[in-house]
Each structure stands twice: as C-alpha cells, then as structure tokens.
C-alpha cells in the first residue's frame, strides 16, 4: 500500500529524444489529489527526460542491485532490462514487471530558494503492486541511505555549491551506514559487495575525503 504524503523510494524510468531508456533511483510523494511528486535537482537527465517526454514509469523493487546500478552505473545494466510499457513513451524495467506505474507530467514547478525542479504527475495505469515477501536486513536501508548521501556529495561538490557546507556530515553519515551493514552482513556477502562497488565509486569523485581509510 503506497500511503499518501510519505516519500517513497522508487527508480524512475524514462526515454530521452533519441528513446534510449534511462533509470534512476527518486523520492515520490503522492499527494491528496492521488498526484504524485517528483523533486530533482537541477541537471538530472531523468528530469531532463521527463521535460522533453512528459512521461514516466515508477518501478517498485526491493532489489539493491537495482538500486546501486540505477544509481551510478547505468552503463552496466543489462541492455534488454528495458521493456517500452503499454500506452506510454517510457520503458519499465523488466524485473519490476507487474510492479510498477506509469504516469504523464501535467505541471512543472521551478523552486529557485531549494535549486529544485518539481513535476506534478497523474498515474496513467495503477495496478496493485506485488512484491514478493520480503525478510528485511537493515543493510538495505542503509545501503539506500549511502547511496543518497554519495549522490548529494557528488552534487554538492560542484564549485561554489551553496549546499557544500553539508559535506562533512554527509561523509560521516556515510561511514556510519557503511559500520552498519558491516556489522549485519558478513564479508564477501552480497551487500559487502554492492557497499564496496558504490565507496569505490564515490572515493574516485570526492578526493578530498578518504573512505576506503574508515572502510
Ligand atoms: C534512494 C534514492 C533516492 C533518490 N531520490 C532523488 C530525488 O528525489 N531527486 C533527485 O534529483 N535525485 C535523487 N536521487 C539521486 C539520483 O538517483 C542520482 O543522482 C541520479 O544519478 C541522478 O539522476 P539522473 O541519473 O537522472 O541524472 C536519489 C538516489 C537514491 C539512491
């Protein structure tokens, strides 16, 4: 059950001009009206996908591969992961089949205080979402909290980024996560094995900080 006025966490899927399919990781919040918001930062390709398509699919996964390859290394998903969803001009990723929504863009709002672009969106189809169960790892949620906190820094180290001044705790919220899922997963594990992938991704950008030292 998807609650109204809570973020979710979902990966967005969109074609750009050329329809090649694009798929990040989004925060969605559906509001009263069963609209759901996106909020992007400035630059985004899937923000600038959604500008040009006006349409988009919400994948609901569980899976944190998904999540860490959407992330940073879309180059590396599978080249048929990508499916084009009935009656819209926009993939839905196939292991998400059966769980996803897809919805056109009905307003574009600029809030320049926050540097964020949000869209107003209206479900087109919203078919009852159907994960499997579930055994919950708290390495997942801090798995996503890393990846979040690593897609923030990377933005906030733009030169002069009004927002750079959350660096330091940023980085510290990320080794607090990654002392996480070493205490609940253990090594040559799955998880160790995406937190690895994402802080070797990371180290590479931000150079001013060394995470492999409190890895
Ligand atoms: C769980 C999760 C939620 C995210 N939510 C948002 C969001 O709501 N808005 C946003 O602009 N970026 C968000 N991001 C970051 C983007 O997925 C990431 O920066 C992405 O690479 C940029 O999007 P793009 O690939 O469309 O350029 C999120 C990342 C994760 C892992």
């Known amino acids: 059950m998807v609650e109204k006025n809570t973020i979710y966490e979902i ?4 074609y750009n001009q050329q329809n090649e399919p694009h798929a990040a990781p989004m925060g ?4 009263d009206k069963n609209q759901i918001h ?11 996908n959604l500008e040009s398509t006006k349409q988009g699919v919400i994948n609901f ?10 992330t940073f290394f879309n180059d590396q998903l599978a080249s048929d992961i990508f499916q084009k969803a009935p ?3 926009a993939p839905f990723l ?8 897809t919805f056109i863009v009905k307003e574009k709002r600029i809030d320049k205080t926050n540097n964020k672009i949000r869209f107003i969106c209206e479900i087109q189809s919203e078919k009852t979402i159907d994960l499997s169960p579930r055994v919950y790892t708290r390495a997942f949620s801090s798995l996503l909290e890393i990846l979040i906190h690593s897609t923030r820094v990377i933005a906030f180290l733009e030169p002069n980024h009004p927002q750079s001044f959350q660096l330091p705790e940023l980085r510290q ?33 931000d150079m001013g900080y060394n995470y492999n030292e409190v890895y």
């Not at 990966?11 to 969109?14: G, K, N, R």
């Not at 969605?28 to 509001?31: E, G, K, Q, V």
């Not at 196939?94 to 929504?101: D, I, L, M, Q, S």
């Not at 990320?174 to 802080?199: C, D, F, Q």
């Open 11 to 14: 990966i967005l899927s969109t």
């Open 28 to 31: 969605i919040i559906l509001n």
């Open 38 to 48: 996106l909020n992007f930062y400035e630059g985004a390709t899937s923000c600038k």
């Open 61 to 70: 996964s569980w899976d944190p591969c998904l999540f860490v390859d959407c």
């Open 87 to 89: 009656r819209i001009n």
């Open 94 to 101: 196939k292991p998400c089949k059966g769980n996803y929504w």
């Open 173 to 205: 919220l990320i080794v607090h996560h990654s002392s996480l899922i070493k205490r609940v997963t253990p090594e040559n594990s799955l998880y160790r094995t995406l937190l690895s992938k994402t802080i070797n991704h990371l180290q590479q950008i």
